[in-house]
């Protein structure tokens, strides 16, 4: 394997060295628990602090506390939306996260 290449934030693209093809994958990080990774007081709520802080180790590229690592997009972006719409969320296991942290109550 040469690699994986996260794309829209859960598609891994990998080519196989000893192949003349190419594969593409889903990536589904496993969640340990409800909580978002960015919530880091396990609160059901990512206020202004931790969504600028989840989003700036996306986009650095840096470790976070909690996985998945690297941290994806769609989870970055998550962070930010249930900020922007009003700091609550809920998980719902019916969905694949990011899509099963769904903003308010």
Do not use: L
């Amino acid at each position: 394997w040469t690699g994986c290449n996260i794309v829209n934030g859960n598609t891994c693209n990998v080519t196989m060295s000893q192949s003349k093809f190419d594969i593409e994958a889903t990536f589904n990080p496993v969640v340990t628990n409800n909580y978002h990774p960015a919530d880091t007081d396990n609160g059901f709520r990512i206020n202004i602090s931790e969504a600028t802080k989840y989003g700036s180790y996306w986009k650095s590229g840096t470790a976070w506390s909690t996985p998945p690592n690297p941290i994806p997009i769609g989870y970055a972006t998550s962070a930010g939306s249930i900020w922007k719409n009003g700091e609550i969320y809920h998980y719902d296991s019916g969905f694949t996260c990011p899509q099963c942290w769904i903003a308010g109550a």
